[in-house]
C-alpha cells in the first residue's frame, strides 16, 4: 500500500493551499484517512481525519480555516487550507487505516509534503 501526497508549497499568511492524498495497492477498504502535521522540534500532531461515513474531526487549532474531504471510490482524501498563519507550518503527513487483501489491518503514512505560510 502506497500513500502518495501532493500540493504542499510556500504561501503568505492568510493565503491557501489544498493537499491531497492518494492511496494505492493491495486495497480492500479503507476506515480513517486523515492529515498530520510536524513542524521542527515538534511532535507529530493530529490535523484532521475523516472516517468512513464522513465522520470528521480537527484540531481545534485549524477548525474553521481548515476542511478535510475523502473519496471512497478512489481513497483518496484532500486537505483544504485557508487563512494559512506561520504556525501552520510544518511538514503535512497523510494517514490511512487500510485493510488489505491479505486480511491485514494496517496503518500506513505518506512521505509527506512541506507547507509553509510566512509571515
Known amino acids: 500500500v502506497q500513500l502518495v501526497e501532493s500540493g504542499g508549497g510556500l504561501v503568505q499568511a492568510g493565503g491557501s493551499l489544498r493537499l491531497s492524498c492518494a492511496a494505492s495497492?493491495?486495497?480492500?477498504?479503507?476506515?480513517?484517512m486523515g492529515w498530520y502535521r510536524q513542524a521542527p522540534g515538534n511532535q507529530r500532531e493530529l490535523v484532521a481525519i475523516i472516517i468512513s461515513g464522513g465522520i470528521t474531526n480537527y484540531a481545534d487549532s485549524v477548525k474553521g480555516r481548515f476542511t478535510i474531504s475523502g473519496d471512497n471510490v478512489n481513497n483518496t482524501v484532500s486537505l483544504q487550507m485557508n487563512s494559512l498563519k506561520p504556525e501552520d507550518t510544518a511538514v503535512y503527513y497523510c494517514?490511512?487505516?487500510?485493510?488489505?487483501?491479505?486480511?491485514?489491518?494496517?496503518?500506513?503514512w505518506g512521505q509527506g509534503t512541506q507547507v509553509t505560510a510566512s509571515s
Open positions: 494517514n490511512a487505516h487500510v485493510t488489505t487483501t491479505w486480511g491485514t489491518y494496517s496503518v500506513y
Open positions: 495497492g493491495s486495497i480492500v477498504s479503507i476506515s480513517e
